[in-house]
């Protein structure tokens, strides 16, 4: 079993959905969650970063962690053509190493 | 801020030689970088931490001696593949951790990534 399951999907939605991305892990000593967005040939770009259980909001992006089911949510509200990439969740504990989930390749179509 | 540069963005080199690969943090200093390699349509898969100042901590299956890794400042980390071949043909992306605070504790940046071509 990976410690970060993600979905590799494609998911596709049309301009202006809300968007759900989601990962689960299995390490119960992890307490640090990034979602990270990649576009083609590029470095991921920390797009949410989360300390422990909670919700964070910044602009159209939503991060929820739920550390009891280990869960990891993303939400993108009014998704955009432009939002278009790879989502990669990360998880880690004290020790520093990020430990990446498969990734979801999301495509809005206008 | 927390801009991670890395050079080249891509190389394509002849099987036996070697490749450097430099990856910079450019407006904060940075005492741990990590170096990553990603396969198309794959995840990134940690190869090794590099510390500022001492030895690089290699994953399991990682050849030390292939990929040689120095963190020579805060600010420079280099990844150098020796005697490639075709199989060491990847995307290679630089992280750099910004130690500034528990809340900051493993906030890692990561670079634009550098492709690799071995013929």
């Known amino acids: 079993q990976k410690e970060v399951e993600q979905d590799p999907g494609p998911l596709s939605v049309p301009e202006g959905a809300i968007v759900s991305l989601n990962c689960t892990y299995s390490?119960?000593?992890?307490?640090?969650f990034m979602w990270y967005r990649q576009y083609s040939r590029k470095g991921p770009e920390l797009l949410m970063y989360?300390?422990?259980?909670g919700n964070k909001e910044d602009g159209r992006f939503t991060a929820q962690v739920d550390k009891s089911s280990k869960y990891i949510s993303l939400f993108i509200r009014d998704s955009q053509p432009s939002d278009s990439a790879t989502y990669l969740c990360?998880?880690?504990?004290?020790?520093?190493?990020?430990?990446f989930g498969q990734g979801t390749t999301l495509q809005v179509k206008p | 801020g927390a801009v991670v540069s890395q050079h080249p963005s891509w190389v394509i080199c002849k099987s036996g030689t070697s490749v450097k690969i430099e990856c910079r943090s450019l407006d904060f200093q940075a005492t741990t970088m990590f170096w990553y390699r990603q396969f198309p349509k794959q995840s990134l898969m940690l190869m090794a931490t590099s510390n500022e100042g001492s030895k690089a901590t290699y994953e399991q299956g990682v050849e030390k001696d292939k990929f040689l890794i120095n963190h020579a400042s805060l600010t420079l980390s280099t990844l150098t593949v020796t005697s490639a071949h075709p199989e060491d043909s990847s995307f290679y992306i630089c992280s750099a951790r910004r130690a500034s605070g528990l809340a900051d504790y493993n906030e890692q940046f990561f670079g634009p990534g550098t492709r690799l071509t071995v013929l």
């Open positions: 390490n119960s000593a992890f307490q640090y």
């Open positions: 989360t300390y422990s259980s």
């Open positions: 990360a998880s880690s504990g004290n020790t520093g190493k990020l430990i």
